[in-house]
């Protein structure tokens, strides 16, 4: 009887440090940011009025948030073009390479290694419009010189930029471990039936990690939707809301305008959003298993 | 003996188009860093010079040597104001040459009476205090030289009648440098003395004052330690998570794999766990900073700590590990005696190094670069982690350029030696997490 006894309080103890945890920061916070987005809240004298789904409609409404949403297509779109692509291509050249492969494993990582604030202030400063490196390399091709954080037309393309020289050390290494883990028989049994290397790498290698690409573009899409860091050390929203995106909203509302209950609205939306997509990724790795 | 092995159609291009390809985007992604180091050693005049310079100039040592020979003067205040003037207004006037330092010598009647001495990187931050206009006048110096004496920007000792006695010959170096300061000198009449001797020479060490600087900045802002206290707070902070990760997480992750024997409570718990990586940190912001707010937790390390107590993908991580230890072994040591918790630290424990490490260098970057939250609920310099301090350095007027590559540069330090000695370890970990998800 004591024994039984023992055995079911034990999980219990175990347990309870991190449902606690997980209540406190997780399931409470979650919950009040719900309950705050139907309040006009005010932090003095909490939760200020009831106003229903008011906040949702103002934000709905508002110019700023369907700019926000369309500067987070268009960045979706350039991370896309210029750099979902490259660590693929790198992990697929990388798995030919012999000598010195752990070298460049670790050459492609220190982008990663750089802390996001000290990359951003790097390339704020190649961006100097007078000094900059960029302006400097661009007038040999006869273009430039660009204002490039104070103009509207380029300052996206100047936030993608960096991305594209550091390209993405962690997907790079997803890939490579997942060219690595394909059995060789496959790829001997390709080589005899006369398939030649790089016939081998659109045939075979590229096939095999589908599915990790798949993975991957998910988690892009989130990654992209919640960018938020570099965005704000570099151009901080601006110029005139050029690079304003959705989380920026979440932010501004809540410690700019102290409009809490608009920012608890957006962050519903922002949840529903990437609840969805981590649903769907979860989906298509269950489907794979 | 001749090669037997066959060399494939294609294989030799592929080899070549790899090494290129790689190495073309290795150079890609090492231009900004390499840059950004470049750029850390150099003086105001090469941060500011068309076209961008790769290597920098080393910056100049300026001795000045003053005669105060038939003055009858003998309070040490009225020298040091003297060199002052002598030190921080000819800079001024030159701000964009590249001086690495100034030192004064005061003589009188063949003997040193003191030595005064001011480095780039003081000059460089007392600078918007201390002389922020060219204009300069005889009583400027009395309201300046407290700012100087309690920020230590220049040294001063006096020697006065000890002063060892010591031969000057006139005379000025010929460089472009030590004539402007020598037509400075005999343009107004500020400086009291003499003024002797100038020389001139290169001094390679100052091309690091950016870095000096930045520490003096940042011991005004978060106090003794200097730059060193932001890289404390986000050690402290990073270490505290990823070991309550380990110790909380390690504990669900046994419990979810090997304690609960009800299939719909497991199943439950798991979901409850799992279910939070769906919701991103943003959304929890607000919320969040009015929870630590009625914790009373703002401004403190804590604040930061805590909300990583609940990455549900650190449970999983463990029960997908756990779930691999065999029962029968578990069975054994229950039989043997053993309590839950013994079981747990000394048997399973030991087998699972390969899953604590790599939880463990998982959420260190992830938690060392953490920047929106600590700014958000932090803003108290004295808690603020490195990256907050960062992105505040390059808000002040006064931080250079060089100064902000430097707080870069120095900020990519700590990781690279982890990354350097556990490269192995985290490739692991990425492909294992990787796989699961």
Redesign the interface.
């Known amino acids: 009887m004591l024994r039984k006894l023992n ?1 079911r309080w ?2 219990v103890l ?2 309870l ?3 606690i ?2 209540v ?7 919950m ?2 719900a309950y ?1 987005s139907f309040f006009d809240y005010s ?1 003095v004298n909490p939760p200020g009025k009831f106003i229903g789904f008011a906040n949702y409609t103002e934000f709905l409404k508002s110019t700023t948030f369907w700019q926000a949403i369309s500067n987070t297509f268009i960045f979706f779109g350039l991370y896309l073009v210029l750099t979902f692509w ?1 660590p693929i ?2 992990a697929l ?2 798995y ?2 012999r000598r010195g492969n ?1 070298f ?16 951003v ?6 961006y ?1 419009p ?4 960029l302006n ?1 390399w661009l007038d040999f091709v006869g273009l430039g010189p660009y204002l490039w954080l104070n103009d509207a037309t380029m300052t996206k393309l100047a936030i993608v930029l ?1 991305a ?4 993405n050390g ?1 997907a790079l ?2 890939y490579y ?2 060219l690595k883990s394909i059995p060789t028989e496959i790829l001997e049994a390709a ?1 005899m039936d006369g398939a ?4 081998r ?1 659109w045939t075979m290698l590229l096939p095999n990690i589908k599915f ?1 690409i798949v ?1 991957q573009f998910v988690a892009f899409m ?1 990654s992209v939707l ?1 960018a ?2 570099h965005i ?2 570099m151009t901080q929203g601006g110029p005139a809301g050029s690079t304003t995106v959705v ?1 920026m909203l ?2 501004n509302s ?2 700019q305008q102290s409009r ?1 209950g608009i ?2 609205a957006v ?2 939306f ?2 529903i959003v ?2 969805l997509l ?2 769907i ?2 989906k298509i ?1 269950a489907e794979k298993d | 003996m001749e090669r037997t092995r066959i060399r ?4 030799r ?3 070549i ?3 290129v ?2 190495i073309s ?2 150079i ?6 390499l ?2 180091f470049a ?1 850390s050693l150099k003086t105001e005049k090469d ?6 310079k790769w290597l920098p100039t080393i910056p100049q040592s300026i001795q000045v040597t003053i005669d105060y020979t038939g003055m009858d003067e003998t309070d040490p205040a009225f020298y040091e104001k003297d060199a002052m003037r002598a030190m921080w207004y000819p800079w001024m006037k030159n701000i964009r040459e590249s001086i690495g330092d100034v030192t004064i010598t005061g003589v009188k009647d063949g003997r040193k009476l003191y030595t005064a001495e001011t480095v780039s990187s003081m000059f460089f931050v007392g600078q918007p205090k201390v002389v922020p206009t060219t204009i300069f006048n005889d009583k400027m110096m009395d309201k300046k030289l407290p700012i100087i004496q309690e920020n230590k920007l220049s040294k001063f000792e006096w020697e006065g009648d000890s002063g060892k006695s010591i031969a000057v010959t006139p005379s000025i170096a010929e460089s472009d440098l030590s004539s402007r300061f020598s037509a400075f000198y005999q343009s107004n009449e500020l400086i009291k003395g003499q003024v002797v001797a100038i020389s001139e020479q290169s001094n390679w060490v100052r091309v690091f004052s950016s870095y000096m600087a930045l520490n003096k900045i940042a011991e005004d802002t978060a106090g003794a330690l200097g730059f060193a206290q932001y890289f404390l707070n986000s050690a402290i902070i990073t270490v505290a998570s990823v070991l309550v990760q380990m110790v ?2 390690g ?2 992750g ?2 979810l794999a090997h ?2 024997e009800s299939k719909k409570w497991k199943f439950f ?1 798991i979901m ?2 799992l279910a ?16 630590m707010k009625d914790l009373g937790l703002v401004n403190s390390l804590l604040a930061v700590i ?2 990583h ?2 990455w ?1 993908i650190i ?1 999983f991580l463990f029960k997908g590990f756990f779930d691999q230890v065999s029962k029968e072994l578990l069975q054994a040591a229950r039989v043997d005696g053993a ?3 013994r079981t ?1 630290l000394q048997i399973v424990t030991p087998l699972s190094i390969p899953i604590f490490t790599t939880v463990g260098v998982m959420t260190f ?1 992830p938690v ?2 953490e ?2 939250w600590p700014l ?1 609920v932090n803003s108290s310099p004295k808690y603020w982690t ?2 907050v301090a ?2 505040d350095l ?1 808000n002040q007027p006064s931080v250079l ?1 060089n100064m ?2 430097a ?3 120095v ?2 330090i700590p ?2 030696l982890i ?1 350097l000695f556990s ?1 192995k370890y ?2 692991k970990g ?2 294992f997490s ?1 796989v699961k ?1």
């Open positions: 055995i034990v999980p175990f347990l440090p991190s449902v945890c997980y406190m920061f997780k399931y409470y916070p979650l009040n940011m705050i932090i490259i291509v790198q050249f990388l030919d390479i752990a460049f494993r670790f050459m492609y990582q220190l982008p990663t290694i750089m802390p996001l604030v000290g990359g202030l790097v390339w704020k400063w190649m100097n007078d000094f900059g490196l400097y960096p594209v020289f550091a390209g962690i290494l997803l471990s997942a080589k030649g290397p790089w016939r790498m990790i993975i989130s919640l938020y860091d704000y050390i989380s979440v932010v809540a410690f809490f920012s608890g962050s519903v922002m949840f990437i609840a981590t649903i990724q979860n790795s | 494939e159609k294609g294989g291009s592929l080899k188009t790899a090494y390809v790689t985007f290795v890609f992604a090492l231009i900004p860093i840059w950004m750029s941060i500011n010079s068309y076209p961008p909380l997480g504990l669900a046994y419990t304690l609960i718990w409850f766990f939070t990586i769906m919701i991103p940190d943003i959304s929890l912001l607000l919320p969040m900073y009015l929870l805590l909300p107590t609940a549900g449970i309590t839950e918790l747990f970057i060392w670069n920047f929106l958000v490195f990256t960062l992105n390059q350029q902000l590559m707080s870069a540069f900020s990519m990781l690279l990354f490269q985290i490739e990425v492909a990787g998800g």
